[in-house]
């Protein structure tokens, strides 16, 4: 499968809101559709955020199960549940939808500033969420917002926590977070142990999409939607997530690589690769 690439969408996430860009899906049934048309347009991997009735962020578990259950209806998308969740929730909050038993949830590598509020990823926090990960059969995304977030993940590789196939989330252009631009996006690839996998995710309209570009020239994976992004392009916005995944699977297919199914990704991510084969698969 050298010539396939995965996409997750992000359909919604924590903090856009309808004023941002109307089409934002909120509600199970909206996000559900958001998966599926997301998924029709190549999307394989659902990055998955939930509102309250109210439209704000919770990890309400119940809330969960519901969205998943109306998902796993629509489509097979691999489904990636938040545990960063909102900035201000407790760990046991952001932890609760890993009863649940998704096949994959994001895992913050270390404290980041956001915007002007920040999340806090302790060492031993990280090490709660990597142990309940384990316990639940959940494959994490390892998210790092900085450098030093990789090499806090190396922490819980050597004691054991983390196990091979990695795969991480390289988060460039979160507000008072690294910026983003292509050498530092680079650096960071090169940091990561050998044979890791990993997916590009530029925050802000102009980092969203340069990360798709970098991304697919890397050897990385890519991931768009409302939640990094709510523009097509400067003064633009998207009519939907879907649109967004079109966007990103023409990218990928100037570069000769093809939208991977959710079937065929959940092979490539279960892929352990040895080391010297970096360059085989992503690219
Ligand atoms: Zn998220």
């Given at each position: 499968m050298s010539d396939k690439t995965v996409i997750t969408c992000a359909?919604?996430?924590a903090e856009t809101t309808r004023l941002d860009n109307p089409n934002l899906p909120l509600t199970p049934g909206e996000i559900a559709v958001a998966a599926r048309d997301a998924c029709r347009a190549g999307a394989a991997v659902l990055h998955l955020h939930v509102r309250d009735p109210q439209g704000n962020p919770t990890q309400d578990p119940e809330t969960f199960r519901t969205v998943m259950e109306m998902v796993r209806a629509e489509c097979d998308m691999v489904i990636e549940v938040t545990?960063?969740?909102?900035?201000?929730?407790s760990a046991a909050e952001r932890m609760a939808p890993l009863a649940l038993s998704p096949e994959m949830a994001s895992l913050d590598c270390g404290t980041v500033n956001f915007g002007e509020e920040y999340i806090v990823n302790t060492l031993p926090l990280m090490r709660v969420f990597a142990a309940a990960m384990k316990g639940h059969g959940v494959r994490p995304?390892?998210?790092?917002?900085?450098?030093s977030h990789v090499d806090a993940a190396a922490v819980l590789i050597d004691e054991g926590l983390l196990e091979p196939p990695f795969h991480y989330g390289l988060v460039l252009g979160v507000p008072g977070g690294v910026r983003f631009d292509a050498a530092t996006l680079e650096f960071f690839a090169r940091r990561l142990p050998p044979g890791a996998r990993w997916t590009a995710v530029g925050v802000g309209g102009r980092a969203s999409w340069e990360a798709v570009r970098c991304a697919v020239e890397m050897g990385g994976f890519i991931r768009v939607g409302m939640e990094d992004?709510?523009?097509?392009?400067?003064?633009v916005k998207a009519g939907g997530n879907a649109e967004m995944v079109e966007k990103a699977a023409r990218i990928a297919a100037d570069a000769g690589l093809e939208p991977a199914s959710p079937a065929e990704a959940r092979e490539i991510l279960a892929a352990v690769r040895s080391r010297g084969a970096e360059s085989d698969g992503g690219k």
């Open positions: 359909v919604t996430g545990t960063g969740g909102a900035v201000g929730m995304t390892l998210e790092c917002f900085d450098l992004n709510v523009y097509m392009e400067k003064g």
